[in-house]
């Protein structure tokens, strides 16, 4: 029996993507207009030609409600336990069910910025791998935000997005999560170690329901004091 | 410190590669580490001031890094730069004029593709003075092991990105201490913690290429 009660996907060309210089920048590091040149040249050089390169596709899978409860410190879909730390529990409690969901931009980006890492123009591929991991961000946002319709229609709101990785979340339960999705979904794989392919690609769950909503992302419960994220906020940038 | 040293070490730090380049702007049109390592070379300085240039440029670059104070592209430029002067200190290190500090042997880990990190770490350490021996990606303990026997005196790194893929740094780490207990392992990653390294064993976590370069800079000391 299907535990899905909704299934919609999702594609969309990089022009569609609110991506501006500005947050690539950010991403590197640096502050407000403080790049040296030629990174801000070679960011809007890779803007121009990232969208031949970049093809953005997600699955938003909405699982059934009566399936779906919350414990303490996991999430269960029937017999499929999400053993996701109390902290996303927490944030999903109110929720009448979760969405799973995949995105990607594709392999382009990624072999170009490889190719150059590894070639004659590593500041150029650093500069392209940034843009594609901004950019698979940014379509996971932008499909989210399709979700919302959807919500709409049942006077539901979202929690944040939550990911394996993340928030004491194991990676490893990745493979749980692509239980429910045929294999090869949009063209994404993982692997043993739970790497999807391709690379610039991200897995996750939403919340939904009529009293959840977003919380402002909190790197406090986070474990990972070496993330350049943590490190930036900590700068107060 | 000599006049040549410090001339490298500025171009270096800069990211000034060569004349061609019109970065940094301020240095457009001059000479980059490319043309100032061979003239002097040409005018009879010493190989080894070169290679003094290019540890000091590396050495205070990856330390504005381990600060926030430069970012990923500010340290390949400096790279790119180091490079460029190296190239002419080949055929110095095949003569054994200069020397290098010794041989370290990096990759990522099994099941883990992350090579950003780890390529970074490999041009800090190979900027402060050592011979870099990069296995690449997803390398397991064996082909770790093979490279420690051809490379006897080497200390050996090792990056993991992914939660996952760090019990395969586990295990490479005891497999290298326990066929070569004297080799120097050190770990880092952005899931990687001190106390993780002390559990598996590891001689060194470093969250940044400068502390790797730092910990081989005091052990071969
Ligand atoms: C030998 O001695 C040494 C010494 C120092 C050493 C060393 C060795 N090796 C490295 N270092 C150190 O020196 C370097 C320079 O300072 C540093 O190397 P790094 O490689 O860390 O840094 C690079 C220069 C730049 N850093 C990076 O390129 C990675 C940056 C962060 C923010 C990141 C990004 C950008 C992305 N990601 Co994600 N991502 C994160 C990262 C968090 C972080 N690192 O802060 C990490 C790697 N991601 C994580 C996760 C979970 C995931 N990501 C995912 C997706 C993505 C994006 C696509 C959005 C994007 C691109 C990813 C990519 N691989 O290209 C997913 C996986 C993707 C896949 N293909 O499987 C997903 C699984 C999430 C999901 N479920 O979808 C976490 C992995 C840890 C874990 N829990 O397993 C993570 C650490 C973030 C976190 N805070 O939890 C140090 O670590």
Redesign the pocket.
């Known amino acids: 029996m299907s535990t899905i009660s909704f299934s919609q996907e999702f594609s969309a060309s990089f022009e569609e993507l609110p991506l501006g210089p500005d947050r690539i920048l950010a991403a590197m590091g640096y502050p407000d207009s403080a790049a040296p040149a030629p990174v801000p040249e070679l960011v809007q050089e890779a803007l121009c030609a990232a969208p031949k390169h970049c093809t953005c596709r997600g699955i938003f899978q909405v699982l059934q409600s009566s399936n779906v409860s919350v414990g303490k410190d996991f999430i269960r879909n029937g017999d499929l336990r999400f053993s996701t730390g109390k902290m996303i529990a927490a944030q999903i409690k109110k929720s009448e069910t979760i969405c799973v969901f995949l995105t990607t931009i594709g392999p382009g980006l990624?072999t170009i910025s490889r190719a150059l890492l590894h070639g004659d123009d590593p500041v150029k591929g650093y500069v392209i791998?940034t843009l594609?991991?901004e950019a698979?961000?940014a379509a996971v946002d932008l499909f989210a935000g399709h979700m919302l319709e959807y919500c709409a229609e049942n006077n539901w709101k979202m929690t944040n997005r939550f990911?394996?990785?993340?928030c004491g979340w194991s990676?490893a339960e990745?493979k749980n999560l692509f239980s429910l999705f045929p294999e090869n979904t949009c063209g994404i794989t993982l692997s043993e170690s739970?790497?999807?392919?391709?690379?610039?690609?991200?897995?996750?769950i939403i919340g939904l329901g009529k009293n959840v909503k977003k919380q402002p992302y909190p790197c406090e419960f986070?474990t990972?004091n070496?993330?350049?994220?943590r490190k930036l906020k900590e700068k107060g940038q | 410190m000599s006049e040549t040293t410090d001339r490298i070490a500025l171009l270096v730090k800069r990211g000034k590669i060569n004349k061609a380049s019109p970065f940094p702007p301020d240095l457009k049109e001059q000479d980059g580490a490319d043309e100032q390592t061979k003239a002097a070379l040409d005018s009879g300085a010493k190989p080894s001031e070169i290679l003094d240039g290019c540890m000091k440029g590396m050495q205070e670059i990856g330390t504005l890094?381990s600060q926030n104070k430069v970012f990923?592209p500010d340290l390949l430029m400096s790279a790119k730069a180091m490079s460029a002067a190296m190239a002419h200190l080949k055929p110095h290190f095949q003569s054994g004029e200069v020397k290098r500090k010794g041989t370290f042997i990096?990759g990522t880990v099994t099941g883990d593709l992350?090579d950003?990190?780890?390529n970074?770490?490999s041009m800090v350490v190979e900027g402060c003075g050592w011979e870099i021996v990069d296995l690449g990606v997803d390398v397991g303990a064996d082909t770790f092991l093979e490279a420690i026997e051809q490379h006897p005196d080497c200390a050996v790194?090792?990056?993991a990105?992914?939660?996952?893929t760090m019990p395969a740094m586990s295990q490479t780490v005891a497999a290298i201490k326990e066929k070569s207990p004297q080799t120097r392992v050190?770990?880092?990653?952005?899931?990687?913690t001190r106390e993780f390294a002390d559990k598996i064993g590891a001689d060194c976590y470093?969250?940044?290429?400068q502390?790797?370069a730092n910990y081989l800079s005091t052990a071969a000391a």
């Not at chain 2, 050190?186 to 990687?192: K, S, T």
């Open positions: 990624e791998d594609a991991s698979t961000e990911s394996p990785g993340y990676v990745q739970c790497l999807m392919h391709p690379i610039k690609s991200v897995s996750g986070c990972m070496n993330c350049i994220k | 890094f990923v990096i992350h950003i990190g780890k970074l770490v790194g090792l990056s990105l992914l939660t996952t050190l770990i880092g990653g952005a899931p990687i470093s969250p940044d290429p502390g790797a």
